[in-house]
C-alpha cells in the first residue's frame, strides 16, 4: 500500500513539472515578441510617398491650347511681348500673334471681331464703350519733361511744349527762361515713347518735330545730352530723372507714377486689353489675368512702365 502510495505521488509530481514547465515556455515566447519586427500588413501605416489625396479634394489645372490674336497700339509693344514670351513658354500649347496697329484700329478689330484682344494706349471713346466689350488696365505710361539743372525753368504747358518741340519757339526767354537757344531732344523714329509724347501734346496739330532737333536712341542718351547742356530739353521715362537732370512740371503737375495713375499729370496715359466677354476664351482669360500677376507687373516695369499694383 505505501508503496502505491509512493508511485502515485512520483506520477503527480512529474505531471506538475511538466506543466510548470510548459506554462514557463510560454512566458518566455511572450516575453521574445512584445516588440513584433514587423507590423501586420492590415495595420501598417501607409508610406508617406504612398499617400493620395481623396479624390475631389485637389483642382487639376487646366490645359490651355489654341491661338490668341492681338492688334493694335505700337506703345505696349514692349511689354506687351515680353509677358506674351514669358505665357507661351509657360503654356507651350498656347499662339499669341501681336500685330501693331494703332489703338484705333486694335479696338475696332475687337468690336469687329476680327482679334480676340485689342491693345491700346489710351482710354476708350465714348463710341467705343459698347456692351459686352471689357478692358483691362495692365499700366501706366509715363513721360517726363527733362532740363539741365542749372535751368531756371520750373513749368511748361502742353502748348509750350507743341511750340518747343514744333521750333515756334526756339528761345528759352520766349517762355520764361534765359536768352539761349533752346536745343530740342527727340527719342528716334521707332520709339514707342516719342509716339506717345508726340500724341500727347499734339504735335502733329503744331507742324511735327522741327528740322533742327537732335534725335537720339534710348532713354539714356537723351538723359546724357540733357545733363551735358544747360539750354537742352528732352523727355525720358520716370525712372530716368536723377541728380543730372530736372523734371519740370507740365501745367502746374509733378511728373510722379501716383499722378500718371490718377490721370493728374498731363503726360500719362493708361495701357489697355480689351475684348469681348462672350467671346473670350479660357486661354485670353488666362492671359489677361497673367498680365496683372506678379510676372505680368515685373515686365512692365522692367520695359519703363508704371505697374497698377
Known amino acids: 500500500m505505501k508503496k502505491l502510495r509512493k508511485i502515485v505521488v512520483a506520477v503527480l509530481t512529474i505531471a506538475m513539472i511538466a506543466a510548470l514547465s510548459g506554462c514557463s515556455g ?9 516588440e513584433p519586427s514587423s507590423t501586420p500588413e492590415a495595420t501598417q501605416a501607409p508610406d508617406a510617398d504612398d499617400t493620395t489625396e481623396p479624390a475631389g479634394t485637389e483642382t487639376p489645372a487646366e490645359d490651355l491650347s489654341g491661338t490668341i490674336t492681338i492688334t493694335g497700339s505700337t506703345s505696349v ?3 506687351l511681348t515680353a509677358m506674351m514670351d514669358e505665357f507661351m513658354a509657360l503654356n507651350p500649347d498656347v499662339t499669341i500673334n501681336y500685330t501693331g496697329t494703332g489703338s484705333s484700329a486694335g479696338i475696332a478689330d475687337t ?4 482679334n480676340d484682344i485689342g491693345a ?18 495692365f499700366a501706366y505710361d509715363g513721360i517726363a519733361v527733362a532740363v539741365n ?11 509750350d511744349l507743341a511750340k518747343i518741340y514744333s521750333g515756334e519757339v526756339t528761345n528759352w526767354n520766349q517762355i520764361g527762361g534765359n536768352d539761349s537757344e533752346i536745343i530740342v531732344v527727340s527719342r528716334e523714329g521707332a520709339s514707342g515713347t516719342r509716339s506717345a509724347f508726340e500724341e500727347l ?13 537732335t534725335v537720339k536712341e534710348g532713354n539714356g542718351n537723351i538723359q546724357s545730352t540733357v545733363a551735358g547742356n544747360e539750354n537742352a530739353i528732352g523727355y525720358v521715362s520716370f525712372s530716368f530723372i536723377d541728380e543730372t537732370v530736372k523734371s519740370v512740371n507740365v501745367e502746374g503737375v509733378e511728373g510722379t507714377a501716383e499722378n500718371a495713375k490718377s ?21 485670353v482669360k488666362a492671359f489677361l489675368d497673367f498680365t496683372l500677376s506678379e510676372d505680368g507687373q515685373g515686365f512692365v516695369e522692367e520695359h519703363g512702365g508704371i505697374r497698377v499694383d
Not at 468690336?111 to 476680327?114: K, N
Open 263 to 283: 490721370g493728374t499729370y498731363p503726360l500719362s496715359r493708361p495701357f489697355l486689353l480689351v475684348y469681348m466677354e462672350d467671346k473670350a476664351t479660357p486661354a
Open 120 to 137: 491700346s494706349s489710351r482710354e476708350l471713346k465714348e463710341e467705343e464703350e459698347v456692351d459686352g466689350l471689357k478692358e483691362v488696365t
Open 111 to 114: 468690336l469687329a471681331g476680327a
Open 77 to 79: 509693344e514692349k511689354p
Open 201 to 213: 501734346i499734339k504735335l502733329e496739330d503744331a507742324g511735327g518735330l522741327a528740322e533742327s532737333a
Open 26 to 34: 510560454k512566458n518566455d515566447t511572450s516575453a521574445d515578441n512584445t
Open 149 to 159: 539743372p542749372a535751368n531756371p525753368i520750373e513749368d511748361l504747358t502742353m502748348e
